[in-house]
């Protein structure tokens, strides 16, 4: 009798659990953005991804195709490798995605990521500090991988990686899978739901992106480690990329142009499931010079820094220097005079109803560099 009443009471919990998942699900949507004015020197991309050349599930032309359904622009394909030669051979324009392919290092102290690099004659070596060197040298950047998954980063002297991951999906979704389960099945019908859910606030990749700032500039990234489930996950992170002119339709040209927006920090990062991303600007005004994101620039009491976030739905726009926040505000138009010399990134949260938790950037620019007058 006791075993029977125990029974209900659960079925009766897991009824009311699924209507309620059901009532949040119905009410879920992504923000979009009507009035976007679309230019041809924004565009899109996801970035880490994994194929079949490694452990991935899906070819690199399958996950194109994947790409080509969302809208996306480019897509950086990073096997396993040091570098994977088979993987970088796939790059070019597929279902009119242009493919990128680097590779994923495994050095001594964590996972590597290198891009852009002219192929190296032999592969590169497996200490993590040499490493970064001989991709420098062949002028590729190195990105340093979820530094706080199971394969972690061990932090060294800073020696300028070009960058960090600040968020990384795969390590969300694999190794905090007891706290999603509520979410899990969800992922099945509304695969955006689940993944906002699963979004925490990178705290420790957030403090050690402004930790390594203060000695080398370094740019921040929103990574997917996407192995598998790529339909549901290439639209979930985006790198937002600028652009000095719309994107060549010659492979190389086309290549070379987002690697160097890369490199240089041209871009932000957002949770496009959230809402659309498209059309926030950060830069800094020194009299005719517009100094962008990523770029380094000497301290002027007359410059100000800029931000756009012109969008229809509410978000509070947070102005970070040198790791602390100095400002919050909802306007759309930002206009800041900085103070100080440092560096200075943006932090935007989407105010409106989302799944998403509140202290996850939606946005994250890169940052721009104010260096003292010598
Ligand atoms: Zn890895
Ligand atoms: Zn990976």
Known sequence: MKKKKILFLLLGLIMIYSFWLC??????????????????????????????????????????????????????????GAPNFSSMATAGWKKEILVLAGSELSVSRGHLVALGFTPPSAPFSQNAEQAAYQIKALSGLSIIAHPY????????????????????????????LLSSIPYLPSLLVKPDYALLKMLKRPVK????????????????????????????????????????????????????????????????????????????????????????????????????LNIRAEFPFTCEVHLIHNGKKIMASTEKRIVHQPTHPGFYRVEVYLKERTPMRKDVPWILSNPIFFQEKN
């Open 205 to 304: 990749n957030l403090n050690k992106w402004d930790e390594l700032n203060h000695t080398n500039p370094t740019m921040g990234f929103y990574s997917l480690d996407a192995h598998l489930l790529y339909k549901s996950l290439l639209p979930f992170l985006r790198l937002h990329v600028l652009l000095n002119n719309p994107l060549s339709e010659e492979f190389e040209q086309a290549s070379h142009q987002v690697l160097s927006a890369l490199h240089q920090g041209r871009f932000y990062n957002a949770v496009d499931y959230a809402a659309q991303a498209s059309g926030f600007r950060f830069w800094a005004q020194k009299g005719q010079k517009r100094v962008q994101m990523g770029e380094k620039s000497i301290f002027d009491s007359h410059a100000t």
């Open 23 to 80: 009532i949040q699900l119905v009410r879920f949507k992504t923000y979009t953005n009507p009035a976007l004015d679309k230019t041809p020197l924004e565009i899109q991309g996801s970035y880490h991804i994994h194929t079949t050349h490694s452990d991935g599930r899906k070819t690199p032309e399958k996950i194109a195709e994947f790409a080509s359904r969302s809208s996306l622009d480019f897509i950086i394909l990073t096997d396993h």
């Open 149 to 176: 998954s199971k394969v972690s980063w061990s932090w060294g002297k800073p020696i300028g990686y070009n960058g960090l991951e600040i968020i990384n999906a795969k390590t969300l979704l694999k190794y905090d």
